[in-house]
């Protein structure tokens, strides 16, 4: 994937690969059994009105997925696999949207699913038929997500971790190959680790940790954190967040007791505010990028601290 896409481009991305797996599902190993409506013994008697149908029965018609083969069972576990991870964080993003909205992206849902685990009766006469009804259920959901208001100025946003703050404790000098304007995002967990630092750290460390809180406080000078300061004009700006992260609507993997899942879910908040921009975590933590990699959030590294000419 390319490095500089919008969370609407991303989802978008994934959704394609969504499509791709449903349709090899669908059209390569899916088929439907279809027993038709059937009448059955009985005689025809004349009566005073004409022929008529004495005795008998009807044998209702109805339609059955068959049981896929192994290779179509493989492909049928890739595209839930693939469709459960589109999902969970479209729903992330769409946290607080209207009930109409989340109804549709819900009913959607069911037939997209129906589709792809094949439980129950067919909701149309054939695979590609079915295929055609999830092409456009997951057009439906990824509209949901482009219809997301986008505040910001297109810009690029970033979520360092508090190891990246401290790596590179001169913010102004932040730069990022590719990224030409970005708003820095300044997390209360983030804060909460610095002053944890400031007082379990060991001497010099510690200078290193107060020096980033006087900075921090010193950039209040320029206005107010929590709408945004200048850290170099026309290409970097530095906005706090106050609230922590709702863990009840992110991921239903994210663990609230894990100061890493933490992260990462008040970056999905971060990329659910700017749906329209490019929106990065900044981490140099090895952990911390895997996970980010399973949750589809782009991470980047800190810049490297410039050296100091003598």
Same mark, same amino acid.
């Given at each position: 994937m390319s490095l500089i896409m919008t969370v609407s481009e991303r989802l978008a991305e994934m959704m394609s690969g969504v499509k791709d797996s449903c349709c090899e599902l669908l059209e390569k190993h899916a088929s439907?059994?279809?027993?038709?409506?059937?009448?059955?013994?009985?005689?025809?008697?004349m009566g005073p009105w004409g022929p008529r149908r004495f005795g008998g029965g009807v044998s209702l018609g109805y339609s059955i997925w068959k049981p896929l083969s192994p290779e179509g069972t493989q492909a049928q576990a890739e595209a839930l696999?693939?469709?459960?991870?589109?999902?969970?964080?479209?729903r992330t993003l769409l946290t607080g949207q209207p009930q109409n909205v989340l109804k549709q992206f819900d009913e959607c849902d069911q037939i997209i699913l129906a589709a792809v685990q094949q439980q129950g009766w067919p909701r149309r006469g054939t695979p590609r038929d079915a295929l055609m009804e999830v092409q456009e259920a997951l057009?439906?959901?990824?509209?949901?997500?482009?219809?997301?208001y986008d505040? #910001?100025?297109?810009?690029?946003?970033?979520?360092?971790? @508090?190891?990246?703050? !401290?790596?590179?404790?001169?913010?102004? *000098?932040?730069?990022?190959?590719?990224?030409s304007r970005f708003t820095m995002i300044l997390l209360p967990t983030i804060l909460k680790e610095l002053d944890k630092?400031?007082?379990?750290?060991?001497?010099?460390?510690?200078?290193?940790?107060?020096?980033?809180?006087?900075?921090?406080?010193?950039?209040?000078?320029?206005?107010q954190l929590n709408e945004g300061v200048t850290l170099r004009?026309?290409?970097?700006?530095?906005? #706090?967040?106050?609230?922590?992260?709702?863990?009840?609507? @992110?991921?239903?993997? !994210?663990?609230?007791?894990?100061?890493? *899942?933490?992260?990462l879910a008040s970056a999905l908040e971060v990329m659910r505010q700017y749906p329209h921009s490019a929106v990065f975590l900044v981490t140099r933590d090895i952990n911390l990028?895997?996970?980010?990699?399973?949750?589809?959030?782009?991470?980047?590294?800190?810049?490297?601290v410039k050296a100091v000419a003598t």
């Open positions: 439907i059994h279809r027993e038709p409506t059937r009448g059955f013994g009985g005689e025809t008697r696999r693939r469709y459960q991870a589109f999902a969970n964080i479209a057009d439906s959901q990824q509209s949901a997500i482009t219809n997301l505040g #910001s100025d297109n810009s690029a946003v970033i979520v360092p971790d @508090t190891n990246a703050f !401290l790596y590179n404790t001169s913010l102004e *000098d932040w730069t990022f190959d590719g990224i630092l400031k007082i379990t750290s060991r001497d010099e460390f510690r200078k290193k940790v107060e020096g980033l809180i006087t900075r921090i406080k010193g950039y209040r000078g320029r206005g004009r026309g290409m970097s700006t530095l906005r #706090s967040v106050a609230t922590e992260p709702s863990m009840a609507a @992110t991921l239903p993997w !994210l663990d609230a007791a894990n100061d890493d *899942d933490r992260l990028q895997n996970k980010a990699e399973f949750a589809k959030v782009c991470f980047i590294e800190p810049p490297e």
